[in-house]
């Protein structure tokens, strides 16, 4: 069984920084990429960020510079580390874990920026 459990969210002010976590079992989370999308109410889910097995990262255009995403093999777990946030980021946050087609998604963690 899959799990991927996500947490870390809540309210914070625009300016300030959250730090999502993402905890991954029933995976060989060491050969698998990882990564994170989020939706905003009436909006699409749209890609945020994502990481490879070796490390390499990609971003989505309106995070880079402010979000990093990083992964710990040891404890099986990727993270989010998002600074300078803005209310435009105010979404809920999914983990994903492997490639397109087979990708498998934790249930999500709500990020709220106030303004």
């Known amino acids: 069984q899959v799990q991927l459990v996500e947490s870390g969210g809540g309210l914070v002010q625009a300016g300030g920084s959250l730090r999502l976590s993402c905890a991954a079992s029933?995976?060989?989370?060491?050969?698998?990429?990882m990564g994170w999308y989020r939706q905003a109410p009436g909006k699409q889910r749209e890609f945020v960020t994502g990481?490879?097995?070796?490390?390499?990262?990609n971003y989505a255009d309106s995070v880079k510079g402010r979000f990093t995403i990083s992964r710990d093999n040891a404890k099986n777990t990727v993270y989010l580390q998002m600074n300078s946030l803005k209310p435009e980021d105010t979404a809920v946050y999914y983990c994903?874990?492997?490639?397109?087609?087979?990708?498998?998604w934790g249930q999500g963690t709500q990020v709220t920026v106030s303004s």
């Open positions: 994903y874990a492997g490639p397109l087609g087979i990708r498998k």
């Open positions: 990481i490879t097995r070796g490390g390499s990262t």
């Open positions: 029933g995976i060989r989370f060491s050969s698998t990429s």
